[in-house]
């Protein structure tokens, strides 16, 4: 006759049964925290790239023509707002680029600049203290200008360099061209 094995099976014990019990509720509560955390840094990464394409768009220098406000490489957020003022660096969209210029003639505006490169707006000299050497730049309109109807003359800050409303392939802008005025540095972080 064949013997017959006996297996014991033991029973585990109160301790180990419950340290098991916690490993797989410890997995679960894992689980569901890695789920939310994942899901609710997607929802905020959406908001946040919803938010700087409709009101702040991030927008990065490319030129040296706003030089020395804003160099080459600069990161900037901008602002979406009807109101522009004299002076506000705007980005503007042209023939599918981003321009930034200096705002400085509004609709109906009288524009002069003298052989020395001195702006004069409604025949009032305008203080530029963001400019580093004055220069009229190419220009091929006739001064003094009248900013048309619904139109904005912008000027880069680099003014023997910059390519502006004083060529007539840009001319004056209109608001629907304005993607937004600057509304603060992001990189570099703090100027050398």
Known sequence: MAAKSKHIVSMPSIEQVQAELNRINHRSKFKRTMISTISVLIVVAAVAVLISTLFLPVVQVSG?????TLTDGDILVTVRSDKIGYGDICCVSWQNKLLLKRIIGMPGDIINIDSNGNVYVN???????YINEKSPGVSDIDFPFLVPDNKFFILGDRRESSVDSRNSAIGCIGKDQ??????????PLSDK
């Open 64 to 68: 040296n023509s706003m030089e020395p």
């Open 123 to 129: 025949n009032v000299l305008t203080d530029e203290p």
């Open 178 to 187: 304005i993607v937004g005025h600057v509304l603060f540095k992001v990189w």
